[in-house]
């Protein structure tokens, strides 16, 4: 059984900055691309970040240059480092993957932006 669990997230003036972590267990993690997603309250989820098996990313625009995915096979755990935070920023964030056909999620970890 695929499981992913976040962690990280907290509350967070505006321009400072984060790091999520998300651990996978019941996958061989290093075949695998991870991907970042949020949801912010009355919005769709979206598309973050993602980062390959051979850690190629991709990122949404508004987040381009202010965050980093990264991943560690060994501890089989991808990152989400964020800076320079934004109110509008604000969502819960997810760790997602797909194994054997399907999507796997997390249960999301809250980032709140505000002063």
């Known amino acids: 059984q695929v499981q992913l669990v976040e962690s990280g997230g907290g509350l967070v003036q505006p321009g400072g900055s984060l790091r999520l972590a998300c651990k996978a267990s019941?996958?061989?993690?290093?075949?695998?691309?991870m991907g970042w997603y949020r949801q912010a309250p009355g919005k769709q989820r979206e598309l973050v970040a993602t980062?390959?098996?051979?850690?190629?990313?991709n990122y949404e625009d508004s987040v381009k240059g202010r965050f980093t995915i990264s991943r560690d096979n060994i501890y089989r755990t991808v990152y989400l480092q964020m800076n320079s935070l934004k109110p509008e920023d604000t969502a819960v964030y997810f760790c997602?993957?797909?194994?054997?056909?399907?999507?796997?999620w997390g249960r999301g970890t809250q980032v709140t932006v505000s002063s």
């Open positions: 997602g993957t797909n194994h054997s056909g399907r999507p796997f």
């Open positions: 019941g996958l061989n993690f290093k075949l695998y691309s």
């Open positions: 980062i390959t098996k051979d850690h190629s990313q």
